[in-house]
């Protein structure tokens, strides 16, 4: 084989060698160029919370005992505030049947009603639940469902974390008309009705147990925080 076959024998080869690794580098720049376009969307990291304080006082207005926790918003909650967003007919919601966890209904109120519960012990807290345990509803002895008085929010500001939060808070009593050995408040949800039957509970949470004589008054502040 002579110089000029040889030397026109490697150029091919460097051209098709060539040729191969442009190829594969537009494939690669391709590829990557897609795997960029095809990620998921970031999330704003918005999240429901919410914190309970309880604070009973005799009828002095004493203070006796300092209850505080962060309270569970349950899935009647969470898909309520989903329906309010975007629409949906009472299919889409809950009502009072144990085991679901849709919101049915008008949702024509808020959830700034405060209940309390008086079962003997805590009750265990879970996302299915949609009533309290044991509530002394139409006792007419200062415990029954009740609007909050006061409501107040901010506006998150968007720096820094900074969260949307809306305090909802109201006193019970003074109590009346109890048994001689007093009653027991161990547990608190927020309800958008003040009748058990037409309301959605949107957070609960226990209470260690407070036990209260006649006179005294229990103030039950919820912090839902948005953000």
Same mark, same amino acid.
């Given at each position: 084989?002579?110089?000029?076959?040889?030397?026109?024998?490697?150029?091919?080869?460097?051209?098709?060698?060539?040729?191969?690794?442009?190829?594969?580098?537009?494939?690669?720049? &391709?590829?990557?160029?897609?795997? %960029?376009?095809?990620?998921? @969307?970031?999330?704003?990291?918005?999240?429901?919370?919410? =914190?309970?304080?309880? !604070?009973?006082?005799?009828?002095?207005g004493h203070i006796k005992a300092y209850r505080q926790s962060d309270n569970l918003v349950v899935d009647v909650g969470k898909n309520c505030v989903t329906r309010l967003l975007f629409?949906?007919?009472?299919?889409?919601?809950?009502?009072?049947?144990?085991?679901?966890?849709?919101?049915?209904?008008?949702?024509?109120?808020?959830?700034?009603?405060?209940?309390?519960?008086?079962?003997? %012990?805590? @009750?265990? !807290?879970?996302?299915?639940? =949609?009533?309290?345990?044991?509530?002394?509803?139409?006792?007419?002895?200062?415990? +029954?469902?009740?609007?909050?008085?006061?409501?107040?929010?901010?506006?998150?500001?968007?720096?820094?974390?900074?969260?949307?939060?809306?305090?909802?808070?109201?006193?019970?009593?003074?109590?009346?008309?109890?048994?001689?050995?007093?009653?027991?408040?161990?547990?608190?949800?927020?309800? +958008?009705?003040?009748?058990?039957?037409?309301?959605?509970?949107?957070? =609960? &949470?226990?209470?260690?147990?407070?036990?209260?004589?006649?006179?005294?008054?229990?103030?039950?502040?919820?912090?839902?925080?948005?953000?």
């Amino acid at each position: 084989m002579n110089r000029n076959t040889t030397y026109a024998l490697f150029g091919v080869t460097f051209a098709l060698v060539a040729s191969s690794m442009v190829g594969s580098n537009l494939l690669s720049t &391709q590829s990557y160029g897609l795997v %960029a376009q095809d990620t998921t @969307p970031s999330s704003d990291g918005m999240k429901i919370t919410g =914190h309970v304080t309880t !604070i009973a006082t005799d009828a002095d207005g004493h203070i006796k005992a300092y209850r505080q926790s962060d309270n569970l918003v349950v899935d009647v909650g969470k898909n309520c505030v989903t329906r309010l967003l975007f629409g949906g007919g009472i299919g889409t919601g809950r009502g009072l049947s144990v085991g679901t966890n849709d919101c049915v209904g008008g949702l024509n109120a808020p959830w700034t009603v405060i209940a309390v519960g008086n079962r003997t %012990a805590a @009750p265990t !807290i879970a996302g299915t639940d =949609h009533l309290l345990a044991s509530e002394p509803n139409g006792t007419n002895n200062g415990l +029954n469902r009740q609007l909050s008085t006061s409501l107040s929010w901010t506006n998150s500001t968007g720096a820094g974390g900074t969260s949307s939060s809306t305090v909802i808070q109201t006193t019970f009593g003074p109590i009346s008309g109890l048994r001689a050995a007093g009653t027991q408040v161990t547990e608190s949800g927020l309800f +958008n009705s003040t009748t058990i039957a037409a309301s959605g509970m949107f957070a =609960h &949470q226990a209470i260690t147990s407070l036990a209260l004589n006649n006179g005294d008054s229990i103030t039950i502040k919820w912090t839902i925080n948005v953000g």
